[in-house]
C-alpha cells in the first residue's frame, strides 16, 4: 500500500515473498539505490542477473516492485515508494511468514558476513563488523528506548544513499521479547 509516508508492505503474500534473502536484497539494493536495472542490481548484490529474473518477478507478482523501460528501452526495476516499511500488523498477523522473513534476513546477513570475510573487508583493529546477541530484562520503558535506537540506526542506513561517501555496510535489527522464565 503506498501512502503519503511511503511504501507499506501490508498483505501476507508479500511477507511471503520477502522470506527469500536474494528478493529481500533486491529489495534494500533499490531503497538505497533508486531504480535499476537487472544488470545493476547484480553488479550490487554479486549475483547473476539471470538468477535475480525469477525473484524480481515474483516481487512484481505481489506489488513489491514496479517494472518500467528505461531511458535506452531497459526494463528499469523500483520499489513502489519510499520508505519501504513492513507493517507490524501484517506481520503480528503472520506469524509462519514472519518468521521466514526473519529468517531470510538472517540467512542473507550470514552470506554478508562470509563474503566479507572470505574477501578481506573485515577489520580487526578496529573492528568494522559486529554479529551478537545477548538478552536482559528490561521495562517496557527501556524497551520502548531501544527500539527507538534501532529505528534510528535503520534510518541512518536509509539516509546514506551516496556510493561515494564510504563503504557499503548492512545493518541487521531485531528485538524480540522472550517468554518470562523467571526460574
Known amino acids: 500500500m503506498t501512502t503519503a509516508q511511503g511504501f507499506v508492505a501490508d498483505r501476507p503474500e508479500q511477507i511471503d515473498a520477502l522470506a527469500s534473502p536474494a528478493r529481500q536484497e533486491i529489495v534494500d539494493v533499490l531503497e538505497v539505490s533508486g531504480p535499476c536495472t537487472a544488470a545493476e542490481l547484480a553488479r550490487q548484490t554479486g549475483r547473476a542477473a539471470d538468477s535475480l529474473y525469477y525473484h524480481l518477478r515474483q516481487l512484481i507478482a505481489v506489488d513489491l516492485v514496479t517494472e518500467s ?12 515508494g519510499r520508505p519501504f516499511r513492513v507493517s507490524y500488523a501484517a506481520l503480528a498477523a503472520h506469524p509462519d511468514g514472519l518468521a521466514r522473513m526473519a529468517r531470510g534476513i ?5 552470506r554478508n ?3 566479507a570475510a572470505a574477501d578481506g573487508r573485515l577489520e580487526l583493529d578496529p573492528p568494522n563488523f559486529m554479529v551478537g546477541r545477548a538478552q536482559g530484562w528490561f521495562t ?3 524497551a520502548d528506548e531501544l527500539l527507538a535506537l534501532l529505528q534510528r540506526a535503520h534510518r541512518r542506513a536509509l539516509e546514506h544513499r551516496d556510493p561515494g561517501a564510504g563503504e557499503r555496510y548492512a545493518i541487521t535489527l531485531a528485538l524480540t521479547p522472550l517468554p518470562c522464565n523467571r526460574s
Open 113 to 115: 558476513l562470509a563474503s
Open 106 to 110: 538472517l540467512r542473507l546477513t550470514e
Open 140 to 142: 517496557r520503558a527501556e
Open 69 to 80: 523501460a528505461g531511458e535506452r528501452g531497459e526494463a528499469q526495476f523500483d520499489l513502489p
